[in-house]
């Protein structure tokens, strides 16, 4: 619990009420469901809902203090709470509840991990690294929330405030001293790492996608640069160089820039690089240096996310020799070109890849080291980005040899539309139709032959599918199994 008093001095842009009484504050919500008795309730207005028509209701239910936008006097129930106006309650919540519990931040070394493509993997490495240090990493990202052996579901890729700093607490009073977080572009549009004290940073890549909440590409971008402009300037900011949105994000950041890539002039760079269905090999050169890596990751794009975790690592002041241990007894990351056994002479992979990039970055990764036929499975969910599935379509058809598109998470949209805009892509006829994901997937092992790549793509490690309004058990590594039975 906390005073009001303290808790205000860490808004610098609340217009002072006159005779606001002082109390013990014993929460800080933004969901009027949680209100309990000497609770604040701030008013903010979402997506698809707004705090403000909630504030009786939080009221009713014991809010002595509501942050609003605009002091709206219709509230039935003003008389029973104090109101305080703030030019964004978004970012008001963040900080309130970072100081409500401790600022953990300033305490966990907390690693915001951004970017399109690869947030997961270089999350998983750096875990793998940091314990090959004596380290004790926590992980918040798409997969789950982990820490000292306890695994917490993920709601979403990075958790709001009202969620993240309690979690962050707990990491940090367990003994915890790197937090591995992905940060969407979602959460930092809306604010929700606002009140973040980030150690450093990690740029992946920046491609299509969530253009149905961003609207366009620049929008997008400058959602993603706020964690490198509010990175404090002792910070070091790990960037991808062979990115095109690299200049312009190096020029923005006060933090100390690390660079890597598969071109000259960056910090950590990979050359001679080998690939095989079973491992990658690559010179890595860092400072001058040069020492060999084999991993069993394989892919162009793996390259790019070990290079991350070994600029990020190197600059923390990990050995080499840790470093290469950690990487080199890496096995995988869920859904990430997750290997599947088949006794039947053909190669089956999993991965999450639902966006154009990602899957171009795959089917390549396969084609690489795949002498036969690529077979791929894959479809585009509902209520996103529709601009994108066209351009999926024509990178499935033309890189693939055969591909079957799919029910993903179709929603509440027809599923027959969400093919038809995939269609609009494709210009080849190596490409059928079958919307039940079971029966396509099992299609594509039956056509595959000897030699041949079968990539199951889009939902990677979910283990649901979500039709209409319904969440139904589905995970295509259990169907992949099942069908090979």
């Known amino acids: 619990m906390m005073r009001l008093e303290q808790l205000l001095k860490n808004l610098d842009d609340y217009r002072d009420q006159a005779g606001i009484k002082d109390f013990e504050v014993k929460g800080v919500t933004a969901d009027s469901k949680n209100v309990s008795e000497d609770f604040i309730f701030v008013a903010i207005k979402g997506t698809h809902c707004d705090g403000h028509e909630y504030i009786d209701d939080a009221i009713e239910k014991g809010a002595r203090v509501v942050l609003v936008q605009s002091h709206d006097t219709r509230h039935k129930s003003q008389e029973k709470a104090q109101f305080i106006v703030v030019?964004?309650?978004?970012?008001?919540?963040a900080r309130l509840v970072a100081e409500f519990y401790g600022n953990p931040s300033k305490s966990v070394r907390v690693v915001g991990i951004t970017g399109t493509n690869g947030k997961t993997t270089i999350s998983y490495l750096l875990e793998a690294i940091l314990r090959e240090a004596g380290k004790n990493p926590a992980v918040i990202g798409t997969v789950n929330y982990?820490?000292?052996?306890?695994?917490?579901?993920?709601?979403?890729?990075?958790?709001?405030?009202?969620?993240?700093?309690?979690?962050?607490?707990?990491?940090?009073?367990?003994?915890?001293?790197?937090?591995?977080?992905?940060?969407?572009?979602?959460?930092l549009d809306q604010d929700r790492v606002g009140a973040i004290d980030f150690h450093s940073a990690?740029?992946?890549?920046?491609?299509?996608?969530?253009?149905?909440?961003?609207?366009?590409?620049?929008?997008?971008?400058?959602?993603?640069?706020?964690?490198?402009?509010?990175?404090?300037?002792?910070?070091?900011?790990?960037?991808?160089?062979?990115?095109?949105?690299?200049?312009?994000?190096?020029?923005?950041?006060?933090?100390?820039?690390?660079?890597?890539?598969?071109?000259?002039?960056?910090?950590?760079?990979?050359?001679?690089?080998?690939?095989?269905?079973?491992?990658?090999?690559?010179?890595?050169?860092?400072?001058?240096?040069?020492?060999?890596?084999?991993?069993?990751?394989?892919?162009?794009?793996?390259?790019?996310?070990?290079?991350?975790?070994?600029?990020?690592?190197?600059?923390?002041?990990?050995?080499?020799?840790?470093?290469?241990?950690?990487?080199?007894?890496?096995?995988?990351?869920?859904?990430?070109?997750?290997?599947?056994?088949?006794?039947?002479g053909f190669f089956c992979f999993v991965d999450y890849a639902h966006t154009e990039d990602a899957l171009y970055n795959v089917i390549n990764a396969l084609k690489e080291v795949c002498k036969q036929k690529i077979i791929l499975v894959f479809g585009c969910g509902g209520e996103r980005d529709k601009t994108k599935r066209p351009k999926m379509g024509k990178v499935a058809t033309d890189l693939a040899d055969s591909?079957?598109?799919?029910?993903?998470?179709?929603?509440?949209?027809?599923?027959?539309?969400?093919?038809?805009?995939?269609?609009?892509?494709?210009?080849?006829?190596?490409?059928?139709?079958?919307?039940?994901?079971?029966?396509?997937?099992?299609?594509?092992?039956?056509?595959?032959?000897?030699?041949d790549a079968v990539l199951i793509a889009g939902k990677g490690h979910e283990n649901y599918q979500i039709l209409k309004e319904q969440r139904i058990a589905f995970d295509d590594r259990e169907v992949v199994a099942e069908c090979l039975k």
Request: glycine share 4%.
């Open 202 to 344: 990690i740029f992946t890549n920046l491609t299509q996608d969530h253009l149905d909440y961003h609207q366009t590409m620049e929008n997008y971008f400058l959602a993603k640069t706020k964690l490198f402009k509010n990175i404090h300037v002792n910070a070091f900011a790990v960037i991808n160089n062979d990115d095109t949105y690299a200049k312009t994000l190096k020029a923005l950041t006060r933090a100390r820039v690390i660079t890597y890539g598969l071109k000259y002039n960056v910090d950590a760079l990979a050359k001679d690089i080998k690939f095989d269905l079973s491992h990658t090999e690559f010179t890595l050169r860092w400072k001058g240096k040069e020492e060999k890596i084999n991993s069993r990751l394989i892919g162009r794009h793996n390259v790019y996310n070990i290079l991350a975790s070994v600029a990020w690592a190197m600059n923390e002041g990990i050995s080499f020799e840790l470093i290469k241990s950690a990487i080199e007894k890496f096995d995988l990351v869920p859904g990430r070109l997750e290997r599947i056994d088949s006794k039947k």
């Open 146 to 187: 982990r820490f000292n052996q306890k695994i917490l579901p993920s709601k979403n890729t990075t958790p709001g405030p009202q969620e993240l700093q309690p979690l962050l607490k707990e990491m940090l009073d367990s003994g915890v001293d790197y937090a591995l977080m992905e940060v969407s572009s979602h959460a």
């Open 87 to 93: 030019n964004d309650t978004r970012k008001a919540m």
């Open 403 to 451: 591909a079957i598109i799919t029910n993903d998470n179709p929603r509440s949209e027809d599923p027959l539309e969400i093919v038809s805009d995939i269609k609009k892509g494709i210009t080849k006829d190596n490409y059928c139709v079958i919307l039940d994901r079971r029966e396509a997937i099992k299609k594509a092992l039956n056509l595959a032959r000897p030699g």
